[in-house]
């Protein structure tokens, strides 16, 4: 059998193979061994953003103050009805509801004049999580909404509170590529903190709540940010399309009762 000339044209093409060959084997290789680690990150990135907005200090780590203060539930977005039975246990914290919403088995295509926030389809099912303080009393609803602003979708979390499933106690974006100074402002908490204690409906159960350049009403109104008009708008149609439509038989459930917060 004759020996391979390593500088015939054969002989470079099978080197080139094989070293490409060997680069993929490592590529591989550390992408499996990282993925734990990135796994682990996305969780601790989730955790601190729900925390943002429950009312509870870190204290210890990060883990174990999501683990004392906040309960993962899973709920049906069409009916509101808790739907924890649909997953395994364990999957319902980090629910990858944006990746889903992208498959047609998982997803749920929304109509062309209730997309205002511009995102096509959601998931079926969307996780929600109560926040829970030292006795086990419910203090917070968090819920996760997501929707189109002027160069990118914004993902964010908002707390609601559990006695009426209407007033807000706390916003946060965890997510977005909003111009910096601009509509990158969305993450000053200055901004956020004006969301704070309003109302999402009126007592006729009418959504209310709104972002404009003439905040008027103390009740529902809040200033849009100074040079941002789009990605303002954006995020306020974002909202009323979670808050306002897609969330609402879960909201009204828990404004009923008839989904116990408190066990």
């Not at 470079?12 to 990282?34: D, E, M, R, Y």
């Not at 996780?127 to 979708?153: C, H, M």
Request: hydrophobic fraction near 40%; charged fraction near 20%.
């Amino acid at each position: 059998m004759s020996k391979l000339n390593k500088d015939s044209a054969l002989g470079t093409f099978v080197i080139i193979i094989s070293f490409c060959l060997v680069c993929s084997v490592l590529v591989s290789s550390a992408v499996v061994a990282l993925n734990p680690f990135k796994a682990a990150a996305l969780a601790n990135d989730r955790q601190v953003n729900i925390l943002k907005v429950s009312g509870f200090e870190v204290e210890g780590s990060v883990a174990d103050t999501f683990k004392q203060h906040i309960e993962s539930h899973l709920i049906d977005v069409e009916t509101g009805a808790l739907a924890d039975d649909a997953v395994p246990a364990d999957q319902i914290e980090g629910y990858n509801f944006a990746s889903l919403a992208k498959k047609p088995e998982s997803s749920v295509k929304i109509a062309k004049d209730q997309d205002v926030a511009g995102i096509l389809t959601h998931s079926k099912y969307m996780p929600v999580y109560f926040a829970k303080d030292e006795q086990g009393n419910t203090t917070r609803v968090i819920l996760p909404f997501y929707g189109q602003a002027l160069w990118s979708t914004v993902y964010g979390y908002v707390a609601l509170s559990p006695k009426d499933a209407n007033t807000i106690l706390g916003v946060t974006f965890y997510s977005h590529g909003e111009t910096p100074g601009l509509g990158g402002e969305i993450d000053n908490p200055s901004w956020q903190a004006k969301w704070v204690n309003k109302k999402l409906t009126d007592e006729s159960g009418a959504y209310k709540f709104n972002i404009t350049k003439e905040a008027e009403d103390h009740n529902f109104d809040i200033d849009a940010l100074s040079g941002a008009t789009l990605t303002s708008d954006g995020v306020k149609k974002t909202v009323a399309y979670w808050l306002g439509d897609a969330y609402k038989p879960f909201l009204n459930k828990l404004k009923n009762g008839e989904i116990v917060v408190n066990e």
